[in-house]
């Protein structure tokens, strides 16, 4: 039975409410994919804190129309389209399905949206290749931090020289 016009609106005013709420977008076409795919992605996405929803193009512009995102230039996408919505992490969306893509052909992306701004389909993919929040994050201490074990390490080695010297002086005496 096909939606009425109330359900149409409260679906386009759920779909306003995520997207202003949403860090980055990813429209993909999922037809072909199996329920059982579905869940599986959808499961990979509630682990990092991102949603999967399946949209109707007309009601996706719509609300894109009515967001916060609106500037975003976009094409026209053919027929059903599922947006991953990242509120936490804007790589997540993007990189899990790139991920989940590379062992499913019929699931492809169509394009994003990353801070109000359109990425076409090959910036979603290089987008999927960055390395992760957390990771970055520890990249950035691991280098905050080199250089102060190399310090303490040097500091340590006049001490482990004085314990050396020491040894061998109660070694001989002994």
Same mark, same amino acid.
């Given at each position: ?25 990813? &429209?993909?076409?999922?037809?072909? &994919? ?8 959808? @499961? ?42 990242? *509120? ?17 052909? !019929? ?14 389909? @090959? ?28 310090? *303490? #390490?040097?500091?340590?080695? #006049?001490?482990?020289?004085? *314990? !050396?010297?020491?040894? @061998? ?6």
């Amino acid at each position: 039975m096909p939606k009425t016009r109330k359900q149409k609106e409260e679906d386009v005013k759920n779909l306003v409410d995520q997207m202003n709420e949403a860090k980055s977008l990813v &429209l993909t076409n999922y037809q072909g &994919l199996t329920v059982k795919e579905l869940e599986e992605m959808r @499961s990979k996405m509630r682990e990092q804190g991102v949603s999967y929803k399946i949209v109707k193009n007309t009601l996706f512009e719509v609300a894109r129309a009515k967001s916060e995102i609106k500037d975003a230039e976009m094409e026209q996408q053919e027929g059903q389209i599922a947006v991953a919505f990242g *509120v936490e992490d804007e790589v997540s969306p993007a990189k899990i399905v790139y991920d989940f893509a590379k062992g499913h052909n !019929n699931l492809e992306i169509l394009a994003g949206i990353l801070d109000g701004k359109y990425l076409a389909k @090959s910036e979603v993919e290089s987008l999927a290749k960055l390395p992760g929040k957390q990771e970055l994050l520890a990249k950035t201490v691991g280098t905050i931090k080199a250089p102060i074990t190399g310090f *303490v #390490n040097v500091l340590a080695g #006049n001490l482990r020289g004085l *314990v !050396n010297v020491l040894n @061998s002086i109660k070694d001989q005496k002994a």
